[in-house]
């Protein structure tokens, strides 16, 4: 029993056995099917990895020789750049040359033709622009301080024109020089500045500045200034105007020049409701400003009558009288301008000069030599004297005398004119005396205007005695010498009937043809003053 019972525990631990070797069989077989299984997964995969390597691989070689390719393609265009580059500055220095000497030929032609140089400056916007009084423009869907005047370069002005019910145009005018509101006030000089150097070669100039009342006349050639503040012909001051940087210019030429005896003297006067005031003489009260009068000499030209000239020595002993003569200048304020001046202003600068007979007779040979000459023995002028000045003041005849005891005087001027605005009634708002002075200006405008028309068709008269303003800028309007017109205008909508007036002004001013320019040759003794 116990063998038996043993031998059936050996059967029954076989057949367990047996079992588990069969499972354990069974999970080896899957188990290899399983290896198989991934090992031909694993070559799959690198297969795969390696096609896909290779792939990557050539993209790579590929995009390496295009960005090499792109490299060299970029240098070669760079190179073409630099070139293109060099190319268009060379252009652009020939083209600057070239302009150069199209505005030498244009400025000698205009001399030649003697026609009247004209200058348009554009200011910027302001914030006064934005203010109205009149409910029409406020019912307007443009702007008012819109934009509508612009420099499409330094010698054009577009004018985008618009009326209500009209479609838009576009006019474009013509100058000698046209100014940008970013232009400096030393670029506006600098166009300015060769006027100068034509006084000291003995040629009569005039600068005026033309256009309504805020247009910038003033700022163009004082410069910034109030009641208070002086104008100083400082370099410091990048702002200051025409008349300041004339006076520190006009003084470093004659420095230069050792050879010249200059002697510079300065009158200043206004011309108020047509009545014209010298505001460097004392009335009998000792107040400034004293009524005078404008005559036509018989060789027909204009002349004040003990008019006030006083002798400077330097740049500020000028402005000195000039920024007394500012103090009494009348200014009211409009709706359109706080600051608006109510009358012309002319600054005449009177110049001049004592130089040797060689140097004289060598200059005058090489440019004019069948000019006569007169010669004449200096005499000595105190330099407290007030002289009084004649066009043609000559009262020595020639005289023979030796070369070295002979000097000749020549004598020239400047006339630097502020002219008012001006002004439409309805816009600026002026009552009483102020609209009284404001018919006074656009009269005085409206004469000068006419003048200008009568010397464009050549009619046998000019109404220069129309007004005080025109009696008295006779000889440079109409005469020989040499005239710069600055216009100033507004680029916004709300001026823009101002603005196309002055602008047909400067037009009718670029027509008139008058005599050349002529140097100042005819000698003035020492007696004459």
């Given at each position: 029993m116990q063998l038996f019972s043993l031998y059936n525990e050996q059967q029954h631990l076989r057949r367990n056995t047996y079992s588990n070797l069969t499972q354990i069989y069974q999970a080896v077989q899957k188990i290899k099917q399983e290896l198989k299984d991934f090992q031909s997964f694993s070559c799959l995969l690198m297969r795969n990895f390696q096609h896909q390597y290779q792939d990557c691989l050539s993209q790579i070689v590929d995009g390496v020789r295009g960005t090499q390719l792109k490299n060299e393609n970029l240098q070669l265009f760079r190179a073409k750049a630099v070139d293109l580059e060099q190319s268009l500055q060379e252009i652009n220095e020939l083209y600057q040359v070239e302009k150069q000497k199209r505005k030498a030929l244009h400025n000698n032609l205009v001399e030649l033709r003697g026609n009247i140089r004209v200058h348009c400056r554009i200011r910027p916007l302001l914030p006064f622009d934005d203010e109205s009084g009149d409910p029409v423009f406020d019912n307007r869907s443009r702007s008012l301080s819109e934009k509508v005047v612009h420099a499409t370069d330094d010698e054009t002005v577009l004018v985008k024109c618009s009326r209500p019910g009209h479609p838009l145009f576009n006019k474009t005018f013509q100058f000698e020089r046209v100014y940008s509101p970013l232009e400096s006030q030393k670029i506006v000089f600098g166009d300015v500045c060769p006027l100068l150097t034509s006084l000291l070669d003995g040629y009569n100039v005039c600068i005026m500045t033309y256009g309504q009342t805020g247009s910038g006349k003033s700022y163009t050639m004082l410069g910034p200034h109030s009641e208070s503040d002086s104008i100083s012909p400082s370099e410091v001051d990048q702002e200051m105007g025409i008349i300041p940087r004339a006076a520190g210019e006009l003084f470093r030429l004659l420095s230069e020049n050792p050879i010249v005896n200059p002697r510079v003297e300065v009158s200043v006067v206004e011309i108020y409701n047509n009545e014209l005031?010298?505001?460097?003489?004392?009335?009998?009260?000792?107040?400034?400003?004293?009524?005078?009068?404008?005559?036509?000499?018989?060789?027909?030209?204009?002349?004040?009558?003990?008019?006030?000239?006083?002798?400077?020595?330097?740049?500020?002993?000028?402005?000195?009288?000039?920024?007394?003569?500012?103090?009494?200048?009348?200014?009211?304020?409009?709706?359109?301008?706080?600051?608006?001046?109510?009358?012309?202003?002319?600054?005449?600068?009177?110049?001049?000069?004592?130089?040797?007979f060689d140097n004289f007779t060598d200059q005058q040979s090489s440019q004019q030599p069948c000019k006569e000459i007169l010669c004449t023995t200096p005499q000595k002028v105190m330099k407290g004297e007030k002289p009084s000045f004649s066009p043609r003041g000559l009262s020595a005849a020639p005289i023979p005398l030796d070369s070295t005891e002979q000097q000749k005087q020549i004598q020239t001027k400047l006339q630097l004119v502020d002219l008012a605005g001006s002004e439409c009634i309805g816009m600026s708002g002026v009552t009483g005396t102020n609209l009284r002075e404001t018919s006074f200006i656009n009269r005085s405008l409206a004469a000068l205007a006419d003048v200008l028309g009568a010397l464009s068709v050549h009619r046998g008269h000019i109404p220069y005695r129309n007004s005080k303003l025109t009696h008295l800028l006779q000889d440079s309007i109409g005469g020989d010498a040499k005239l710069l017109v600055m216009l100033c205008v507004s680029p916004c909508q709300k001026y823009l009937a101002e603005t196309l007036q002055s602008l047909g002004f400067g037009n009718r001013a670029r027509q008139v043809q008058r005599v050349q320019a002529k140097r100042r040759n005819v000698l003035v003794s020492g007696k004459s003053k």
């Open positions: 005031f010298d505001l460097l003489a004392k009335d009998s009260s000792g107040i400034f400003g004293v009524k005078r009068d404008v005559i036509t000499t018989k060789e027909g030209k204009s002349n004040v009558p003990l008019l006030i000239y006083e002798l400077v020595e330097s740049p500020t002993e000028l402005m000195k009288f000039i920024n007394k003569s500012l103090q009494l200048r009348v200014k009211h304020p409009t709706l359109v301008h706080a600051d608006s001046s109510r009358s012309h202003l002319v600054v005449t600068v009177t110049l001049t000069l004592s130089v040797p």
